[in-house]
């Protein structure tokens, strides 16, 4: 019942003070009260039932009052009860037709629906918008995929009057670096939608607050009681939080043996209670909350990195330099030419997605000219155990590529990664964009002289090397844009290839 007044700030708790002590001791919260039984309530807790029944149905009343919902009284029956036999139940209240209306209908929520752009037209298409005010956005990638950039620009941008921004201000809360004032200056000085502004409706670095949050306790703090005052003063259309996962990392993550288990409760709930303050902030004032995470490296049971390759895996000569995020409309996997490192790649199993995409036959040959064998004949389930298990679709291993942004390719020869913080966090947010980043090596690579045992300089076989590094953005999943897949509906739903620039984040266009 610790939820009770932030569901329902102005319920009258005194009337029932007598029960709620009792409830909290026992861990009933809220949503209980409304999906479960008063019998069940009342064995877990030992109060009366009339009295758990008169609560429960307070409850259900004030958040119909509360959403605008009228609804019929509920009598004894509806809460498993048995109904009286000596007196008949007393007829419902007719309610009146204005209490029947919704607060808010379709037309009314897309009139208030704002965006914040990016100020790039490749990036607003693929975000269905840009950065939506009243939700919470994970920007994810990592270390140099332009999280910092991506978040700066935004910044800037909700400044502008719609539809570019909000015309608002913004706050900038950091848990690593500080703000870096001068590469705001440049992005502000660079970038050619801001440049094209006048002088007087610019954005200017004085409307972004900053505040750091060395630990966790100062980062409740602030989100408690200074953000509210602060929104309301400053008017305030964006909070960015970078990143979420450095101070829980500091508090939790450093612990080791038992002691480490035991937090994993305790850093849960810490994750849920930040969820919430963050949600509640972005509801009540119809701000945008975004926030940076960082990224760990995926393993497999065995203990190798999905996706991942040795180093005496890649090629010399012929280095790959596509998106790491290629189209899975390929006829096949690739060839495997190393027999001593095989892609691990390859032994992932591909979505469910792809049932029409994949070969429907033994032929691994993406040779189209090759005629594909006939189906086999259909088997039938024998008695016999079988060597090979089916894939464990309820197991977390199995269903974290659609959610987390990395393994959703079956042909991808690319490290795996996943979003720091796990799944509990990953219910707490509306949206997640994945940055990815990879390195585009030299074609022919670069020699090295050395000399041999009579003093004669000779060239080494070339190995490659780094030319620069390729970026893309995708769309994990949100309400209200489409999720990036790659190649699964054609080029729209690809990921979209960026740089970065002095004025910020740029997308390449597929010609260049």
């Not at 009792?22 to 064995?43: A, F, M, N, Q, Y």
């Not at 090596?441 to 076989?461: F, P």
Request: net charge neutral.
């Amino acid at each position: 019942m610790t939820d009770l007044l932030r569901v329902l700030p102005h319920f009258p708790v005194g009337q029932y003070a007598d029960l709620i002590p009792t409830l909290e001791r026992h861990g009933v919260t809220t949503s209980d009260l409304l999906t479960l039984d008063s019998p069940e309530i009342g064995k877990r807790t030992h109060l009366p039932l009339l009295n758990i029944q008169r609560l429960c149905n307070a409850v259900l009343q004030a958040l119909h009052a509360d959403l605008g919902v009228a609804a019929p009284k509920l009598q004894q029956a509806d809460y498993g009860l048995p109904q009286p036999q000596t007196r008949r139940a007393p007829a419902p209240v007719p309610v009146p037709a204005t209490a029947r209306k919704l607060k808010q209908t379709a037309a009314s929520l897309a009139a208030q629906w704002q965006t914040i752009s990016t100020l790039d037209a490749s990036f607003d298409r693929a975000l269905g918008g840009g950065i939506p005010a009243g939700y919470v956005t994970e920007i994810t990638g990592e270390s140099g995929a332009g999280k910092t950039q991506f978040l700066l620009t935004l910044l800037l941008a909700v400044q502008l009057p719609p539809p570019h921004g909000l015309g608002k201000s913004a706050m900038y809360i950091s848990t690593e670096a500080p703000l870096s004032t001068r590469r705001l200056a440049q992005i502000l000085n660079a970038n050619p939608t801001l440049k094209a502004l006048d002088v007087d409706s610019r954005p200017s670095l004085d409307n972004i607050m900053s505040q750091a949050t060395p630990d966790l306790e100062s980062q409740d703090h602030i989100l408690t009681f200074q953000v509210p005052i602060v929104v309301e003063r400053r008017n305030v259309g964006l909070i960015v939080l970078d990143s979420v996962a450095a101070n829980f990392r500091a508090e939790f993550e450093r612990q080791a043996g038992q002691a480490r288990s035991s937090s994993m409760g305790a850093r849960g709930a810490e994750l849920v209670r930040l969820g919430m303050q963050l949600r509640e902030l972005a509801s009540k004032y119809n701000l945008a909350v975004v926030v940076a995470n960082q990224v760990a490296d995926r393993f497999n049971g065995a203990g190798t990195g999905l996706g991942s390759k040795t180093p005496s895996a890649l090629p010399s000569s012929n280095i790959q330099q596509s998106s790491p995020l290629a189209t899975r409309s390929k006829a096949g996997p690739p060839p495997n030419t190393s027999t001593k490192a095989p892609s691990a790649a390859i032994s992932v199993e591909p979505t469910s997605s792809m049932a029409d995409l994949l070969p429907r036959s033994s032929n691994n040959n993406p040779d189209h000219d090759t005629p594909m064998k006939p189906p086999p004949p259909p088997t039938f389930p024998s008695t016999e155990p079988s060597s090979t298990l089916p894939p464990a679709a309820l197991l977390l291993d199995h269903q974290q590529r659609w959610f987390t942004g990395w393994g959703d390719d079956p042909y991808a020869d690319y490290g795996l990664k996943t979003p720091s913080l796990g799944l509990v966090w990953s219910t707490q947010i509306s949206a997640r964009i994945a940055l990815f980043k990879r390195p585009s090596y030299h074609s022919e690579g670069v020699g090295r002289y050395a000399l041999d045992d009579e003093g004669e300089k000779y060239e080494e076989q070339a190995a490659p090397t780094v030319k620069s590094w390729r970026r893309w953005m995708k769309v994990v999943f949100a309400p209200h844009a489409a999720a990036s897949a790659p190649g699964l509906n054609g080029a729209e739903d690809e990921p979209v290839e960026y740089e970065v620039t002095m004025g910020g984040v740029r997308a390449i266009e597929s010609s260049q």
